[in-house]
Each structure stands twice: as C-alpha cells, then as structure tokens.
C-alpha cells in the first residue's frame, strides 16, 4: 500500500484504494488454500475458508485506512454481499442437479407411456443394457393436470367471488365485520400445513364415504383447492382494490346496478392481474406433494376419472420412484425417471410463472395515455 | 406480485360498451333482484371459507376422536398417545428452530441486498431469482437435499463429531449417508428463506425516504443509515416474516421426509433419528387402516394447532404495527 497508483487529489485522501477488495480477495484465495491444505484440501473447503478470510480482512483493512465506523459500515457490506451469494448456491445446484440428471432420461417414452407393465425385471435388462428403458409419466403428467383442473374449477370461482365481497360489498357495519373476520381467516388459511390439508379432505370424504381406505383424484383436488383459494383471494383481492372508484362511480352515474357494474366494469379492468394471480396460484399447487400422498393413493397405470380409482400426480411419481425403485437392485433406473419427471414439474412450474408474467404485461389495462 | 394501476382511466368508455354487453334476460343495467342475488352469491362464497376451516377443524377432531381414552397399548409403540406424540412434536421443533437461525440473517442479507445494496437495474431480476427458489416444488428440493446435499456433508458431521463431540447435540459417530435431522433443517431453511426475504424486502422498500436521506445527510455510512431508520421502522415486518417462514417450516413435509432417516428421538443433530409430525404422517399414512389412521390425524391435528397459533401471533403483531409502519402484508 505504499506507491499509490492514482492521482492524490483531496477529495479521495484518506480513503481505501478501489483495488483494495481485489488485493484482499487474492490474499484470502491463497492464505484460503493454505489453511485448506492443512486440514487435507477440498474445493469446498477452500471456498469457505476464503470466503471467511475475505469477510474478515477486507473490512478489517478498509477500518485500518478510513476509521471504525467506515470499517463496519464495509463489514456489513460484505455480509450482505455474502448472504445473496450464499443463497443463490442451493438455487444453482437444485436447477443444475435436476437439469443434468433429468435430460439423459428425457424422451418420449418419458413423455408418452406409463408404468403400466414395467417391473423390476425390465428395469434390470435396461441396466444390463439389453433393452432401452421403459417406463415413463404420461400417467402422472395426466393425473397432475386432472387433479389440478378440478382443484382449479373449485378455487377460482369461489376465491374470485370472495375477494369481491372483501372490496365492493364489506362497506356495511354488519358486512364489515363479516369481512374482517374473513381476512383474518383468510390469513389462517394462507398458513395451514400442505399435510393437514390433504387429512382434511381424507377425513371428510372418509366421513361421507364411510369407507376408512375411500382413495380417489377428487379428493385431491379438495385438499389442493383448500390451499389455493387462500392465494386466489388474495390476489385478486389486491387486484380489484387498485381498480380506481371513478370508473365505478362514472357507471354508477349511468345508472347501472352494482352487479352489473362489477362484472363488466371491475372484473374486466383487473382481469389481467387475476388470471396471472389464479395462474401463480395453480403453479403453487401443481408441485404439492404430501396432500395427494394421503388423498389419491398411487398407481402406475393411466386413469384420468377423477371420481373413481386412485390416481399418480407427477409429484407422487417422483417420491414414490424415490422411495421405492421398481427394481430394488438397480434403483439408478427409477431414480433417472424421477429426475426426468422432475424436470418436466419444474418446466410446468416455470411456464406457469412466465405465462403469469406475460398476461399481466400484456392484457395490462390500457391507462388512458 | 404485479400491481398494474391504471392511473388514467377514460370516462368516455363505458357507454360505448354498454349496447354490445346486454345480458341475456334483463337490461344492460340489471335489476334489483340480481343485484341482490350476485351479493348474496358472494357473501355465500366467503362463508365457504369459514365452512372450509371450521371443517378442517371438525373432521380432524370426528376423525381423531376414537384416540381419546383409547387404552395406552392401542398406540403405535404401545405408550399412550402422549409418548407416541412428543418426541415428533420435538422433532418437528428443533428442525423448524435450526432452519430459522440459518434463513432468518441470510433472508434479511438478501432482502437488505435487493432493496438497498444492489444496482438498482439489478435490484428488480434479483427478486424474480428469488421468487424462483420459491417456485421450486419440496419434493425436488427433498430429492436434490438426499442425493445432492446429504452426502457432501458427512465429512463436515465428522469434523463436528470429532472436536465438538462433548457437547450432546453433535455427540457421535456422525451418520455416514448425512440423512439427519440437521441436514433436513438446512433443506428446510433454504425453501423458507424466499418467504422471508420476499416480505421483509417489500417493507425495507417501504421505509420513508425523507428519514433514510436525512441519516445519510448528517454524515452516517450506509450501515448506520440501515440501521437507525430501515431495521427500526420494518421490526414488526421482520418479526412477522420470520414467523410465517416459522409456520411454513413447521408444516412442510415432504422435503423431511426424503431427506431424514428417521427414528426415535435423539438429541444428535448429525446421527439418524428425530422424525417430525408432518412427515411421520406422510411415511405412514398411505398403509395405514383402522387405529393407525385415526392416530395419525389426531397428530394432524395436534400441527395443524400448532401452525395455527404461530400463524395468528404473526398476523397479530402485523395488525398491531400496520398503522403505525405502513407495513401491510
């Protein structure tokens, strides 16, 4: 630190050079590696003992230049800095993880046939290599999207007319209290456990049933529909609270009733911020895995009659090729379908977050400019 | 979320819709009769969400009920409900506590990052990068924390096992596959970590400009900025943020039960044991019949009043702060 390189001028006296971070980032990455290689070397060892080095010394050297309070003003920075790199470490590796085990397996037999057939003994002549591997999701990927379907017929309509109640018809004493204490339950709702949801619509259907193993889709759907109207209605709640009242009162004006005001004047205007919130919504339940566990049971063949037998979601698949392999001594090739459906549940997961981002640009009200 | 506010609306728009937009029955304006119908239709749907949760509560309770004075030895491991609930109840807690302390510093880091710290033309797909780790179902997370994590932290269970071995909590030998309670609190933590970060960086973001520029303008540094007028004014936020990841932490399942080798209850964090509510019933449920089945609810039963009062205390302490913060979410 003795030849400054840069012009002295008096505005930047006393404060630490730009290179600074680079000159101690260098010295934690050796100082790193040789604390690493007295423990017995590793990449991620190395990685966490400079890691720890750097947020250390780095402040510590700004502290020595510029004075305390600069010094931990620079110690929080790095800390910070650090905490968004270390949470972008799991969401690296989950989607490089599940990319590069999932594309080997990823064909159209994946995509277009369904475990019906398929036994421990085909699996092992496909890792003996005498036979491709059989076997794929199409049955998940159906039951997923009847499952959904239903949960979705369900939620929308009751989580839409809900909110509107919440905006347009909670302005009375009574009607007031009522909504209070429905966003507060509303609120409840947001936080019950995946799990309990799925005992729930067991409990009721085993109830009405009276039949202790009453396994089918439908039930699913009821236990996905209780999580997602939470989400709808809150949603769409926030979307028809920014409709702005000039455009209610100015068909109020015109002597138009309420109802009439709200469907074709509200809904139409907030449309776009809906359908990406039901969207969102769908794309949160699509990937629940513990309430169709305990509703719809699991099979291996095609069945997409929500009403009568059980039924695989493309979560199930994945836990259930996880948990127990179709052919117990070669449990790679289970485990490489897993993955494969994995990838294909993110896909569907991300598309539904895109498509959600994409209405809300583009059916955006126009704003009169 | 997006918020598309049209600022401007046209005042000139309504008649022209009204001729091409009648009903089928009555005029375009509609009658007194349907008004009152479609209020009534929607006070109908709120009060299905109060028959939704009153149900969860009753056929929890109907189905649960047969385990009250049922006889101690009817109970899976033969010790009444009590000793068969406990040590899952424990287990659900230290695994929940663990992912807390690991989220919560990182969660608010990453929040602070994206409302203060980060370019500001970063700021914006920083949050959508988070929001993709909230996308992200538990079962792939479950899958990638037992074939991807477990396995790569054995050497650091053994390290602890080795020097931090006296105390009970990393007492060993360390598992060998890593399938424990610790490793499943660290899955846990990073699904709860987007929760976190997404609502306490909406109430950073929140915080008075006047107050951050008049800090900044007295000569404080950043930090000191951060932290005499962001921390003070989102507190609530930050608390009730980690209480909903709390609540989210408490009730996940399948991302435990991938990931944890269950058992009784052990107070090693690094050897196998410890199993949670949500993810006893998850193992067990599918198999079981009679008895079994009504026990397990009633554990259903018993998180499902656990998340409950985490979930209303978070709530609570939103509501009590909101008039004063501005912090509504």
């Known amino acids: ?43 991620a060892l190395w990685a966490v003992f400079a890691g720890v080095l750097f947020v250390l010394a780095g402040p510590a050297a700004v502290g020595a230049i510029e004075g305390r309070r600069k010094g931990v003003d620079a110690f929080a920075r790095y800390l910070v800095y650090g905490a968004f790199l270390l949470a972008l470490i799991p969401l690296v590796s989950v989607v490089w993880t599940v990319l590069s085990r999932g594309l080997p397996g990823l064909d159209l037999n994946m995509l277009l046939t369904s475990m019906g057939g398929v036994t421990g003994a085909t699996d092992n002549a496909a890792a003996a290599g005498e036979t491709p591997v059989y076997g794929g999701a199409y049955h998940a990927i159906v039951g997923t999207l009847v499952v959904t379907f239903w949960a979705t017929l369900m939620s929308v309509p009751v989580g839409l007319l809900t909110a509107i109640f919440l905006v347009e018809y909670s302005g009375g004493r009574v009607s007031g209290a009522i909504a209070r204490i429905i966003t507060f339950l509303v609120d409840v709702m947001t936080g019950i456990p995946s799990i309990v949801a799925g005992l729930f619509a067991a409990a009721l259907f085993v109830q009405i049933f009276d039949d202790p193993s009453m396994r089918m889709g439908f039930i699913a759907s009821v236990a996905l529909s209780v999580l997602m109207i939470p989400t709808v209605v809150r949603n769409a709640e926030e979307m028809l609270r920014i409709v702005p009242n000039e ?33 969102l919504a769908i794309a949160r339940v699509i990937g629940e895995t513990a309430p169709i566990l305990v509703t719809a049971g699991f099979v291996t063949t095609i069945n997409a009659n929500a009403f009568s037998g059980w039924m695989t979601t493309l979560p199930t698949y994945i836990y259930y090729q996880i948990i127990t392999p179709t052919s117990p001594t070669n449990p790679g090739i289970s485990e490489g379908r897993a993955w494969s459906a994995a990838l294909i549940l993110i896909v569907i997961v991300m598309v539904l977050n895109l498509i959600a981002r994409l209405i809300a640009k583009v059916f955006a009200p126009k704003t009169g400019r | 979320m997006t918020q598309t506010a049209p600022t401007k609306p046209e005042m000139g728009e309504e008649p022209e819709d009204r001729p091409a937009a009648p009903g089928p029955s009555a005029g375009p304006a509609g009658s007194p009769k349907q008004d009152a119908t479609f209020s009534g239709l929607a006070l109908a749907a709120s009060l299905v969400i109060l028959v939704v949760l009153a149900g969860v509560a009753l056929f929890l309770c109907l189905q649960a009920w047969p385990v009250v004075g049922a006889p101690a030895d009817e109970f899976y491991g033969g010790e009444g409900f009590l000793s068969y609930i406990w040590p899952l109840v424990a ?20 929040a602070l990052y994206i409302s203060h710290y980060a370019p500001r033309r970063l700021a914006k797909p920083v949050g959508y990068v988070i929001d993709l780790l909230a996308a992200i179902p538990s079962i792939i997370f479950g899958a990638w924390g037992a074939s991807v994590l477990a396995p790569r932290v054995v050497p650091l269970y053994d390290w602890l096992a080795q020097y931090l071995g006296f105390l009970p909590i990393f007492a060993g030998p360390a598992s060998a596959t890593g399938k424990t309670i610790l490793t499943a609190s660290v899955v846990l933590g990073i699904m709860i970590l987007p929760i976190i970060t997404s609502m306490s960086r909406e109430i950073f973001q929140q915080t008075p400009v006047l107050q951050q520029e008049a800090a900044l303008g007295l000569g404080a540094t950043r930090w000191e900025m951060v932290r005499m007028t962001v921390f003070p004014f989102a507190r609530a936020g930050i608390i009730s943020s980690v209480m909903l990841g709390l609540g989210r932490a408490l009730g996940e399942t399948m991302a435990v039960t991938l ?20 993810s006893e019933i998850a193992l067990n449920f599918p198999e079981a019949y009679g008895f079994r089945m009504n026990e397990l609810i009633a554990a ?18 939103v509501n009590r702060y909101k008039e004063f913060s501005g912090a509504n979410s």
């Open chain 1, 1 to 43: 630190m003795s030849t400054a390189t840069f012009k002295k001028s008096s505005l930047v006296s006393g404060q630490a050079p730009r290179w600074l971070p680079v000159a101690v980032g260098a010295g934690a990455l050796i100082l790193g590696a040789a604390l690493a290689a007295l423990v017995g070397f590793g990449i």
């Open chain 2, 300 to 317: 259903g039963l018993v998180l499902f009043l656990i998340t409950l009062v985490v979930n209303m205390l978070a709530r609570l302490i």
């Open chain 2, 91 to 110: 287990g659900t807690l230290i695994a929940a506590a663990i992912a807390l302390v690991i989220a919560t510093p990182i969660g608010v880091g990453v």
């Open chain 2, 259 to 278: 990931v944890l080798s269950g058992g009784p209850f052990n107070p090693s964090l690094i050897q196998s044991g410890n199993q949670t509510v949500a």
């Open chain 1, 247 to 279: 455009l209610r009162e100015a068909s109020y004006a015109l002597g138009v009733r309420k109802w009439r005001t709200i469907t074709k004047v509200v809904i139409p205007t907030a449309i776009s911020g809906i359908s990406s919130g039901v969207t």
